[in-house]
T-cell receptor, first 110, second 112 residues
Framework: AQRVTQPEKLLSVFKGAPVELKCNYSYSGSPELFWYVQYSRQRLQLLLRHISRESIKGFTADLNKGETSFHLKKPFAQEEDSAMYYCALSSGDSSYKLIFGSGTRLLVRP | KAGVTQTPRYLIKTRGQQVTLSCSPI?????VSWYQQTPGQGLQFLFE???????NKGNFPGRFSGRQFSNSRSEMNVSTLELGDSALYLC???????????FGSGTRLTVV
């Protein structure tokens, strides 16, 4: 079964500290992985996707098929990074749906 | 350009009633998907439409249905509402699939 696991409900770090939000997935094929972010009182928005291999707002994520992980990283956290982060998986075939993890709330303290 | 618009923003219904939620996608987007977000179950896929055809459906009872019109606007309907249907219902649109999702602000449904 396809599943996305985000083991941490809350991650609290100080400003300037490195951040790693964990995401593990279960899927036997070739998945497409995404990170979505939801800032307070704003709509859910795409942060990055693994096929683009891009860095958005200083965040990067590498797909590790051996460990079935897609952790989100940022070397120096900023207070404005405080938000809810969701990892999501698409099976990449014609399923036309995303499977979301339960989310991790990132709190960056001054 | 205008984003994904969902109406109404808030809705309160009584158990047993039915409700219709509306979603207007970004102009030019032909794929519309619906998700249910609750504190307990998180974000769960309801269904996806493309050019008026449902291409995939999530694991929800038949009380949940949807449709898409020729202008790509979509509606979802929930009949015989239950307390557990209280949730934030999100709509997302894209040109063709999951890669370019843009989400709306959602409709918060409360069933009393």
């Amino acid at each position: 079964a396809q599943r996305v696991t985000q083991p941490e409900k809350l991650l609290s770090v100080f400003k300037g500290a490195p951040v790693e939000l964990k995401c593990n997935y279960s899927y036997s094929g070739s998945p497409e992985l995404f990170w979505y972010v939801q800032y307070s009182r704003q709509r859910l928005q795409l942060l990055l996707r693994h096929i683009s291999r891009e860095s958005i707002k200083g965040f990067t994520a590498d797909l590790n098929k051996g460990e079935t992980s897609f952790h989100l990283k940022k070397p120096f956290a900023q207070e404005e990074d405080s938000a809810m982060y969701y990892c999501a998986l698409s099976s990449g075939d014609s399923s036309y749906k995303l499977i979301f993890g339960s989310g991790t709330r990132l709190l960056v303290r001054p | 350009k205008a984003g994904v618009t969902q109406t109404p923003r808030y809705l309160i219904k009584t158990r047993g009633q039915q409700v219709t939620l509306s979603c207007s996608p970004i102009s030019g987007h032909r794929s519309v998907s619906w998700y249910q977000q609750t504190p307990g179950q998180g974000l769960q896929f309801l269904f996806e439409y493309f050019s008026e055809t449902q291409r995939n459906k999530g694991n929800f009872p038949g009380r949940f249905s949807g449709r898409q019109f020729s202008n790509s606007r979509s509606e979802m309907n929930v009949s015989t509402l239950e307390l557990g249907d209280s949730a934030l219902y999100l709509c997302a649109s894209s040109l063709a699939g999951v890669r370019g999702y843009t989400f709306g602000s959602g409709t918060r449904l409360t069933v009393v």
